[in-house]
């Protein structure tokens, strides 16, 4: 019988024979989650003996993340922003720089008073929850269109016990938005990647769901639709938070700038990754 330092090791040592990057943190975050752990347990325990049903579940994992499929669904949950979310097929995987958005969007709900956000795109709902919990004075309406992300929207909605979000099937490129209210603040990370490009992109990340994925011919099939019919469903000294690719920044800063005072905000990786602007 192996313990838990040695076990770890072992697997480790597969992920890397395997070509795995960041084999090391992907085989501890395996094992806490095969055994169910905080991390500080794996250091508490490292020298016990792993009971055999842990040693199953490890490998099994392992093998998942050798084939290819990403860390976070194996887990099944990851943590975003202040919170962990449940993730699977079927939503994008929350992004570290996605954070940032929601920091953008709290500073000025908690500035201007905001009382109303749509989130659109909602996939996990990592965005609409987590300014929801940080903003509890505000109501925040989640739109999202397909059933796979569906499931862990309302599964998330309902981990958290909030009161101040709900979730609505809607189609934010085609539903008519005339019967919407208007809204202080509007936030998205829409599908943004120009469908040519998804071919090329990373082996995992093509695990992910292509509607989350696929921004249309040129990248900007959401953006134009929140252009011609979102902005205006913005009230006026309201604010409009969007992320986007590398490169369509300038872009949408255009597209927007006749309706919107607009700003861009580089990343911490120092990337133009956000449009950000103030209702006119």
């Known amino acids: 019988m192996q313990t838990f330092r040695e076990l ?7 992920l890397q024979e395997n070509q795995k990057e960041d084999a090391d943190f992907d085989a501890l975050q395996l094992l806490i989650g095969a055994a169910d752990f905080k991390q500080a347990d794996f250091f508490l325990n490292a020298g016990e003996t792993v009971p055999q049903n842990i040693c199953d579940r490890y490998e099994e994992m392992l093998s998942q993340r050798i084939a290819g499929r990403p860390l976070q669904y194996i887990l099944g949950e990851w943590d975003f922003y202040k919170s962990t979310f449940f993730v699977g097929e079927g939503v994008l995987i929350p992004r570290p720089e996605t954070e ?6 709290v500073k000025e709900i908690r500035k ?3 009382k109303t956000v749509y989130d659109l795109c909602a ?3 990592c965005i609409g929850i987590s300014i929801a919990k940080e903003c509890p004075d505000v109501q925040v309406v989640m739109f999202e269109l397909f059933d796979n992300a569906l499931k862990y929207t309302q599964k998330n909605l309902e981990a958290h016990k909030l009161k101040n979000a709900k979730l609505v099937k809607f189609d934010v490129l085609n539903d008519d938005v005339s019967l919407l209210q208007n809204v202080d603040l509007l936030v998205s990370n829409p599908p943004y990647i120009p469908c040519e490009e998804i071919k090329s992109l990373q082996a995992e990340v093509l695990r992910e769901p292509h509607t989350a994925l696929d921004g249309g011919e040129d990248g900007l099939v959401f953006y134009s639709a929140f252009e011609k019919k979102w902005l205006d469903k913005v009230n ?6 969007m992320e986007c690719g590398e490169e369509q920044s300038d872009i949408i800063s255009r ?3 006749d309706k919107l005072c607009t700003e861009q905000i580089c990343d911490v990786f120092g990337v133009s990754r ?3 602007g103030c209702k006119k």
């Open 100 to 105: 940032q958005l929601v920091e953008i969007c």
């Open 123 to 125: 996939g996990s709902g």
């Open 236 to 241: 006026q000294n309201g604010f409009v938070a």
């Open 274 to 276: 956000f449009v950000t």
């Open 8 to 14: 770890y090791n072992s697997g480790k040592e597969k």
């Open 255 to 257: 597209m927007f700038s």
């Open 112 to 114: 201007n008073s905001y």
